[in-house]
């Protein structure tokens, strides 16, 4: 029997307490074994504006989840060629994991426009896809961004509540965001 593996990708700049909560509630929504939180790589062409380099958002994820059982970060993508097509990355996790299932876990923003995605109806054909939304002041989904709290440092205001408190003490110690 595969292990069901849910692939919860993004920036994590920083992760923060509705992350964690979300790749919870799917995990156990969606019956899966355990969720990667895919820590997508900075994309060369792009401006990086306040998006941390790879490793910090790396080290953050980690901490987050250090004593969060099922919940596992990958810098898998980050090993791929670039651009890192979601089809890309599957397809290579399904050739370097074959005793895993992968199941592709989206927001609702994204699969609005999910017809777009690169080779989409492969994806389709051969991935299970859970959609998630994200509604502000939806009781399943914590109501908490990561432009948010990048802000709240900057003005000086209190982040605590919002991410874990080993992410709150790196923030803090290596003067992030500021």
Do not use: C
């Not at 979300?22 to 899966?32: I, S």
């Not at 355990?34 to 504006?49: D, F, I, T, Y």
């Not at 989840?65 to 919940?71: F, L």
Request: zero cysteines; aromatic letters at 10%; a negative charge.
């Amino acid at each position: 029997m595969k292990k069901r593996t849910g692939l919860f990708g993004g920036s994590f700049n920083p992760i923060h307490n509705g992350h964690i909560s979300l790749a919870l509630q799917l995990k156990e929504q969606a019956g899966l074994d355990e969720v990667w939180l895919m820590v997508s790589p900075q994309n060369p062409l792009k401006q990086a504006g306040d998006l941390l380099d790879d490793e910090q958002r790396l080290q953050m994820a980690r901490l987050a989840v250090e004593q969060v059982e099922g919940i596992v970060v990958s810098d898998y993508e980050m090993h791929l060629p670039r651009p890192s097509y979601t089809w890309n990355t599957l397809e290579a996790l399904k050739r370097d994991y074959p005793d895993r299932q992968f199941v592709l876990m989206i927001g609702g923003d994204n699969w609005e426009h999910f017809d777009r995605w690169y080779r989409a109806a492969d994806i389709k054909a051969n991935y299970e896809i859970v959609v998630y939304t994200r509604t502000p002041g939806d009781p399943g989904f914590i109501d908490i961004s990561s432009t948010d709290i990048r802000r709240r440092i900057r003005e000086g205001r209190g982040i605590r509540r919002l991410v874990p408190k080993a992410v709150a003490d790196y923030i803090e110690e290596n003067k992030l965001y500021i």
